[in-house]
């Protein structure tokens, strides 16, 4: 039903910058938050940043003033400066809605960003 399509990742040295795009595509509600989430290899699933329909962005505290989140429309983006090795991960797209009585999510399958000299 839905559809998501990560680019952007890659091999940056520590200090530099990504940017990350995320394009969604199928039936997506008018209400909806999208955003960023990543996992390195031995630990769990982190919330990054997200944003909602109208606008409002929420981060992880330690990552905030370094990326930015934004959206247009069903595409939302990933700024990333002063990257440091420990940014290195996966990331994955997320886009969440209501459908059908409950809260579902949607995946992209991720992009690998890794930080290294």
């Known amino acids: 039903q839905v559809q998501l399509v990560e680019s952007g990742g890659g091999l940056v040295q520590p200090g530099g910058s990504l940017r990350l795009s995320c394009a969604a595509s199928?039936?997506?509600?008018?209400?909806?938050?999208m955003g960023w989430y990543r996992q390195a290899p031995g630990k769990e699933r982190e919330l990054v940043a997200r944003?909602?329909?109208?606008?409002i962005t929420n981060y992880a505290n330690s990552l905030k003033g370094r990326f930015t989140i934004s959206r247009d429309n069903a595409k939302v983006y990933l700024q990333m400066d002063s990257l440091k090795p420990d940014d290195t991960a996966a990331y994955y797209c997320?886009?969440?809605?209501?459908?059908?009585?409950?809260?579902?999510?949607?995946w992209g399958q991720g992009t690998q960003v890794t930080v290294s000299s």
């Open positions: 199928g039936r997506i509600n008018s209400i909806n938050t």
């Open positions: 944003i909602g329909s109208g606008g």
């Open positions: 997320i886009l969440r809605q209501w459908v059908g009585g409950a809260w579902r999510d949607y």
